[in-house]
Nanobody, 128 residues
Framework: QVHLEESGGGLVQAGDSLRLSCVCS????????MGWFRQAPGKEREFVAG????????????SVKGRFTISGVNAENNAKSTIFLQMNNLKPEDTALYYC?????????????????WGQGTQVTVSS
């Protein structure tokens, strides 16, 4: 297991940008598949973006393609790494609690139950 801590959420207007960060610590973070999920009130948690092995592979939900970019910075000692979610041209429908999650394995999966470690979430609110 690893510890995940998100930051960077906030209240913005439609068309603005935000960058979310997630610090992974307490394990071999560089070896994990990392993902961003979001959950709006009354809706199921949904996959947003995923990254593996320091960026050699990424995956995006159709709803954010071309607007969001996931990236990562690995620690040299494999003890701590950070992933980012750059969100541009935000829309009111992007409003949600955004979670960082991790899983072992070689593939980016989109089901939340495939991820075993989760952060507490950071709120993103986009006004129209």
């Amino acid at each position: 297991q690893v510890h995940l801590e998100e930051s960077g959420g906030g209240l913005v207007q439609a068309g603005d940008s935000l960058r979310l960060s997630c610090v992974c610590s307490g394990g071999a973070c560089n070896d994990y598949v990392m993902g961003w999920f979001r959950q709006a009130p009354g809706k199921e948690r949904e996959f947003v973006a995923g990254i593996i092995r320091g960026g050699e592979s990424t995956l995006y939900a159709d709803s954010v393609k071309g607007r969001f970019t996931i990236s990562g910075v690995n620690a040299e000692n494999n003890a701590k790494s950070t992933i980012f979610l750059q969100m541009n041209n935000l829309k009111p429908e992007d409003t949600a609690l955004y979670y960082c999650a991790s899983r072992t394995g070689a593939f980016i999966l989109t089901r939340s139950r495939s991820y075993h470690d989760w952060g507490q979430g950071t709120q993103v609110t986009v006004s129209s």
